[in-house]
């Protein structure tokens, strides 16, 4: 079956440092999202990305993040200066152009450690 | 704005208990809602949904019936296994546009002991 990939599983970096987060969606896919959850809280939205660019963003999304889809096939995540908050689970999601929305397809997420 | 509340966990049961998690929303307009299932160490999955108000979404024996009037949309299963041990959140999706992004609540963790 296919699947939604993510790497790294877990990445620890020092504060300050630049952070990529990679994911392979499900390749007949056309929306992509990122969601991140922090340790005892809520999964929380940042990104939705369409066509090339983004279709919504959460406040959280700040000048500091940063998407791109550099090939046919991944789709990124950029923390341009990470700092201790931005310690978290992200998850990388995507769905079919047609089909329910809301139905997202979830990696297993990469857990992201800044020192 | 959009919001989602699910009872506060971590909820254990002994094997073939009934399982109650609430859940309610606030919306505007008419969301579409869903139950996502985390397994240990997996992403999230989703479980069951429903579309409309007195939709009754079900799936591996869990089932979850969308109320408007109570803007609720608990999640319920007669016997759980401690298989079902896992993370559950409810979500919504604001409206049915496509990559709008979906709202979840704080997940409920689920332990089911034999």
């Known amino acids: 079956e296919p699947e939604v990939t993510q790497t790294p599983s877990h990445q620890v970096t020092q504060m300050g440092q630049e952070v990529i987060l990679r994911c392979v969606p499900i390749?007949?896919?056309?929306?992509f999202y990122w969601y991140r959850q922090i340790l005892g809280q809520k999964v929380e939205f940042l990104v939705s990305?369409?066509?090339?660019?983004?279709?919504?963003k959460s406040e959280i999304f700040d000048d500091q993040f940063s998407v791109e889809r550099p090939d046919g096939s991944n789709f990124t995540l950029k923390i341009r200066s990470t700092k201790l908050e931005d310690s978290a689970m992200y998850f990388c999601?995507?769905?079919?152009?047609?089909?329910?929305?809301?139905?997202?397809?979830f990696g297993e997420g990469s857990r992201l450690t800044v020192l | 704005g959009n919001s989602v509340t699910q009872m506060e966990g971590p909820v254990t049961l002994s094997e073939e208990a009934f399982l109650t998690i609430n859940c309610t929303y606030t919306?505007?307009?008419?969301?579409?809602l869903f139950w996502y299932v985390q397994y240990p160490g997996e992403g999230l999955q989703l479980l069951l949904k429903?579309?409309?108000?007195?939709d009754k979404g079900s799936n591996k024996g869990f089932e979850a019936t969308y109320r408007k009037e109570t803007t609720s949309f608990h999640l319920e299963k007669g016997s759980v296994q401690v298989s079902d041990s896992a993370v559950y959140f409810c979500?919504?999706?604001?409206?049915?546009?496509?990559?709008?992004?979906?709202?979840f609540g704080k997940g409920t963790t689920l332990s089911v002991s034999s």
């Open positions: 999601a995507s769905r079919p152009t047609m089909g329910p929305p809301g139905e997202l397809f």
């Open positions: 390749s007949n896919h056309l929306y």
């Open positions: 990305f369409y066509n090339n660019e983004i279709s919504e």
């Open positions: 919306a505007t307009g008419y969301p579409s």
């Open positions: 429903a579309t409309k108000a007195d």
């Open positions: 979500a919504l999706s604001p409206n049915n546009q496509a990559g709008t992004a979906l709202i």
